[in-house]
């Protein structure tokens, strides 16, 4: 089993500026996907961001050039760093970790609003 523990989001303004962690614990495999998926108010999970083991990443077309998303292997934890957010980044923010299967964390709310 694998335990995903989240941290980062609030409430901010358009234009502000918020950084999510989620670090991994338990059975951890050596190569592996970690991620954020979000879900805003009825719409479906969509993939944010994630890397692999060996760097490669992955975007949603709607945050490139505003978010990056970056791991540190040997702390197993993964970050996004949020910039220049717009209200329609506003969603609960879930922690992904793939290694033949899905781990999700529990989701950390990310509110962009004036």
């Known amino acids: 089993q694998v335990q995903l523990v989240e941290s980062g989001g609030g409430l901010v303004q358009p234009g502000g500026s918020l950084r999510l962690s989620c670090a991994a614990s338990g059975s951890i495999f050596s190569v592996t996907i970690m991620g954020w998926y979000r879900q805003a108010p009825g719409s479906a999970r969509e993939l944010v961001a994630n890397?692999?083991?060996?760097?490669?990443?992955d975007y949603a077309s709607s945050v490139k050039g505003r978010f990056t998303i970056f791991r540190d292997n040997d702390k197993n934890t993964v970050y996004l760093q949020m910039n220049n957010l717009e209200p329609d980044d506003t969603a609960v923010y879930y922690c992904?970790?793939?290694?033949?299967?899905?781990?999700w964390g529990q989701g950390t709310q990310v509110t962009v609003s004036s």
């Open positions: 890397m692999r083991t060996d760097g490669r990443t």
């Open positions: 992904n970790y793939y290694a033949g299967k899905n781990y």
